[in-house]
């Protein structure tokens, strides 16, 4: 297995970018992808494939919890190249098509200059494409309610505070959820290790109001868009999160 790649649970593989997760979900020879890195990140997640035995002509579809450059950079480029469809809420979808941005700019990473743990994730993803407008026009809303028909049989779960369409996806049958950035377990700039959300400036709306959308799922394994995964029933999590955002 790749150094950048690990199973977390039965057919169910945890991904790693430039500061950043993708999720793999293997069902035979195919594959659904969640999330996808930065456009640097491209190497990395068709290594990832391979190290499950797949190539990027078998992922039947990538789903994205949200828009923003960290997530959906490697999926753009599969979509390009290999005609890859790509699926999310449906108020997300215009995001990923760029029809609008909601996405921290300049200026409010100027305003957090005084952070010493910005400078060096900055020079990293910036490395990596953080600053390229990567969309994908042909993103389209999923299809139907309730567990989509693809690898993994993932539920989206709107979940919207990081984004106004971000979602997470619950997968009942390894009792898991992918919480994109809404509930984070470790980010560069943070610094902190644990269930948190990210600093207001890198969120469109409220993560902590929108947390209630999934603490009341039946997981017991948190797979976050950063930090590590974390085996926790997931209103644990929730729980120490929104405790940590009122500190």
């Not at 993994?152 to 997470?168: F, K, L, Q």
Request: no cysteine.
């Amino acid at each position: 297995m790749a150094q950048n790649v690990i199973e977390v649970a039965d057919d169910v593989f945890l991904g790693r970018g430039t500061d950043v997760n993708w999720i793999l979900l293997r069902d035979g020879d195919a594959v659904t992808l969640i999330d996808a890195g930065y456009p640097g990140d491209a190497g990395r997640l068709e290594a990832s494939l391979r190290a499950l035995g797949r190539r990027p002509e078998d992922v039947r579809a990538i789903l994205l919890t949200h828009a923003h450059i960290d997530h959906l950079g490697g999926a753009a480029q599969l979509a390009r190249r290999y005609g890859t469809p790509v699926y999310t809420d449906a108020r997300e979808a215009a995001h990923v098509r760029r029809e609008h941005l909601e996405q921290a700019g300049p200026m409010d990473l100027a305003a957090n200059l005084w952070r010493p743990t910005l400078w060096p994730w900055l020079g990293r993803v910036l490395r990596v494409g953080a600053a390229k407008n990567a969309r994908i026009p042909s993103a389209q809303p999923f299809a139907a309610s309730g567990a989509l028909d693809l690898p993994g049989r993932p539920v989206p779960v709107p979940t919207r505070g990081h984004t106004s369409g971000h979602t997470a996806y619950h997968l009942p049958d390894v009792g898991a959820v992918v919480t994109g950035d809404e509930l984070v377990t470790g980010h560069a700039v943070t610094g902190h290790v644990g269930p948190h959300t990210l600093p207001a400036f890198f969120n469109s709306g409220d993560p902590v109001t929108a947390l209630a959308a999934i603490e009341t799922l039946d997981a017991d394994l948190v797979l976050p868009g950063h930090g590590d995964a974390l085996r926790r029933p997931i209103a644990e999590a929730v729980a120490e999160a929104r405790d940590h955002a009122r500190r």
